[in-house]
């Protein structure tokens, strides 16, 4: 049988073509798909994180036509275009549907799978392949940072509590968390009572750079080993100096801190954004036994530092903050460098919380975040930085040195954005501020359908 010009063929052709040439479905599938994701690309608003140009994306999308194809083969034999419509109506796509109708008898076999392929990545496929390239980029829910303040914890204290005995209070008073008396027993017999006096002599190691480059590092490394439905364990062989050299701590009593921020983490139960309450990790340690034989840090990371976590929130706390590979090189004195990275840290928070405003025109261009001289002071002032050590930072931040690349880029005078060395994590901003824009928009355009410009706000007890 002569191989089908598909380009040509009119629609009605499907069924038959199906049936003779099922070697060729594979291929025509793949095509198909590859246009379609061509076409969503230049529709959609900006450029999502290897969304479109993930293989990942192709493979999803080319078996999903594989799999549709029968379905719609029996609708085009049973009525032809309107057959084609009715289905795409079915799927959800209307306006691909009222396009079909028009175009009518015009459609060729390519055309049509085209089509297939196009409304089957907007209404089905797109959402999970998207959930997927948003997991390969470590982040952390941003629900997580506003109730337990993870990655910019400051200086927290212990308070003696009568309902909750002793718990972790930030700045303002809120609680972080409460100590596990089930996990005190496991915590080391040197640090009891370093445990015990936490308030005057450990609290203050969740808001240290050590703290910082251990957080980076369980996320990372979380994302780097996770495999859907098993929470990875984390092994160092060398203990605590080994595991504060692989968080990338040099300081002289590196390990010592590492290993006092890792067993407050470990006996404090965090309140997590899901309701529930756990531990952001898990510690295990195995000393060394015998010649030849090493001390193992065990670190198991809580569920809410593993990738799908955001997932099991409601829709509307979905949102991510993306955590950079390398912390920002560090300036001003050695006992401020904690606050300065939990400055660099509520940045890109506020980055995330006002992403749309980092959106440029329908081409995509990044305009950065506006942050007035004012906006710098009021995220300094939470991080506790000094005012000679924020200036410090901002000139060393916007280009690359000798000790690291630059951590921001100015687009203007007052507007900033991630420097080239984290163009994934701009990305991802970027790819969520076109998403709110887009869903803002599609909010107004229903409004005005409904002849209003908002929900309709009803009186007390009327339905």
Same mark, same amino acid.
């Given at each position: 049988?002569?191989?089908? *010009? $598909?380009?040509?063929?009119?629609?009605?052709? $499907?069924?038959?073509?199906?049936?003779?040439?099922?070697?060729?479905?594979?291929?025509?599938?793949?095509?198909?798909?590859?246009?379609?994701?061509?076409?969503?690309?230049?529709?959609?608003?900006?450029?999502?994180?290897?969304?479109?140009? /993930?293989?990942?994306?192709?493979?999803?999308?080319?078996?999903?036509?594989?799999?549709?194809?029968?379905?719609?083969?029996?609708?085009?034999?049973?009525?032809? *275009?309107?057959?084609? /419509?009715?289905?795409?109506?079915?799927?959800?796509?209307?306006?691909?549907?009222?396009?079909?109708?028009?175009?009518?008898?015009?459609?060729?076999?390519?055309?049509?799978?085209?089509?297939?392929?196009?409304?089957?990545?907007?209404?089905?496929?797109?959402?999970?392949?998207?959930?997927?390239?948003?997991?390969?980029?470590?982040?952390?829910?941003?629900?997580?940072?506003?109730?337990?303040?993870?990655?910019?914890?400051?200086?927290?204290?212990?308070? *003696?509590?009568?309902?909750?005995?002793?718990? +972790?209070?930030?700045?303002?008073?809120?609680?972080?968390?409460?100590? *596990?008396?089930?996990?005190?027993?496991?915590?080391?017999?040197?640090?009891?009572?370093? +445990?015990?006096? &936490?308030?005057?002599?450990?609290?203050?190691? +969740?808001?240290?750079?050590?703290? @910082?480059?251990?957080?980076? &590092?369980?996320?990372?490394?979380?994302?780097?080993? @996770?495999?859907?439905?098993?929470?990875?364990?984390?092994?160092?062989?060398?203990?605590?100096?080994?595991?504060?050299?692989?968080?990338?701590?040099?300081?002289?009593?590196?390990?010592?801190?590492?290993?006092?921020?890792?067993?407050?983490?470990?006996? @404090?139960?965090?309140?997590?954004?899901?309701?529930?309450?756990?531990?952001?990790?898990?510690?295990?340690?195995?000393?060394?036994?015998?010649?030849?034989?090493?001390?193992?840090?065990?670190?198991?990371?809580?569920?809410?530092?593993?990738?799908?976590?955001?997932?099991?929130?409601?829709?509307?706390?979905?949102?991510?903050?993306?955590? $950079?590979?390398?912390?920002?090189?560090?300036?001003?004195?050695?006992?401020?460098?904690?606050?300065?990275?939990?400055?660099? &840290?509520?940045?890109?928070?506020?980055?995330?919380?006002?992403?749309?405003?980092?959106?440029?025109?329908?081409?995509?261009?990044?305009?950065?975040?506006?942050?007035?001289?004012?906006?710098?002071?009021?995220?300094?002032?939470?991080?506790?930085?000094?005012?000679?050590?924020?200036?410090?930072?901002?000139?060393?931040?916007?280009?690359?040195?000798?000790?690291?690349?630059?951590?921001?880029?100015?687009?203007?005078?007052?507007?900033?954005? +991630?420097?080239?060395? @984290?163009?994934?994590?701009?990305?991802?901003?970027?790819?969520?501020? &076109?998403?709110?824009?887009?869903?803002?928009?599609?909010?107004?355009?229903?409004?005005?359908?409904?002849?209003?410009?908002?929900?309709?706000?009803?009186?007390?007890?009327?339905?």
């Amino acid at each position: 049988m002569a191989p089908v *010009d $598909l380009e040509a063929a009119p629609l009605v052709e $499907l069924s038959a073509w199906l049936e003779g040439s099922p070697e060729d479905v594979p291929g025509a599938a793949l095509e198909a798909a590859g246009e379609a994701l061509r076409i969503a690309a230049g529709q959609d608003v900006g450029e999502a994180p290897g969304l479109y140009q /993930a293989p990942r994306a192709l493979e999803t999308l080319t078996a999903a036509v594989k799999a549709d194809l029968p379905a719609v083969s029996v609708a085009v034999a049973e009525a032809g *275009d309107a057959g084609l /419509a009715r289905w795409l109506e079915a799927l959800g796509s209307k306006a691909a549907a009222a396009q079909t109708r028009k175009d009518g008898a015009g459609l060729t076999v390519a055309r049509s799978l085209c089509r297939v392929a196009l409304a089957l990545w907007w209404e089905r496929v797109r959402a999970r392949t998207e959930r997927e390239a948003i997991q390969r980029w470590p982040g952390i829910p941003l629900p997580l940072v506003d109730s337990a303040r993870v990655g910019a914890w400051g200086k927290p204290r212990a308070v *003696d509590t009568p309902v909750h005995g002793r718990v +972790l209070v930030d700045g303002a008073g809120t609680t972080l968390a409460a100590l *596990d008396v089930d996990r005190v027993p496991c915590v080391p017999a040197d640090l009891l009572d370093k +445990l015990e006096a &936490w308030g005057r002599s450990g609290a203050d190691l +969740l808001g240290s750079l050590h703290a @910082h480059r251990l957080l980076r &590092w369980l996320i990372w490394e979380a994302h780097d080993r @996770h495999q859907p439905g098993h929470a990875p364990i984390l092994e160092v062989a060398g203990g605590w100096q080994a595991l504060a050299r692989a968080v990338g701590c040099r300081s002289n009593k590196a390990d010592e801190k590492v290993r006092d921020v890792v067993c407050c983490l470990d006996a @404090h139960r965090f309140n997590f954004p899901d309701g529930s309450a756990g531990r952001l990790l898990s510690l295990s340690y195995r000393p060394a036994r015998g010649r030849g034989s090493r001390a193992v840090v065990s670190l198991t990371p809580g569920a809410p530092l593993l990738p799908g976590y955001v997932f099991q929130l409601r829709i509307p706390d979905r949102k991510v903050v993306p955590v $950079l590979a390398e912390l920002p090189p560090m300036v001003g004195r050695e006992r401020d460098h904690g606050v300065v990275a939990e400055l660099h &840290w509520r940045v890109l928070v506020d980055m995330r919380r006002r992403c749309r405003e980092m959106v440029g025109d329908v081409h995509g261009v990044d305009l950065g975040l506006p942050l007035s001289p004012r906006d710098w002071r009021g995220l300094a002032d939470l991080a506790r930085v000094p005012s000679r050590t924020l200036v410090e930072a901002l000139q060393r931040w916007t280009r690359d040195g000798s000790d690291g690349p630059a951590f921001l880029r100015r687009v203007s005078q007052d507007r900033f954005t +991630l420097a080239s060395a @984290h163009d994934g994590a701009r990305r991802v901003l970027l790819h969520y501020g &076109w998403k709110e824009a887009r869903g803002s928009e599609r909010g107004k355009r229903s409004a005005r359908a409904r002849g209003g410009t908002g929900p309709v706000r009803r009186r007390k007890g009327q339905r």
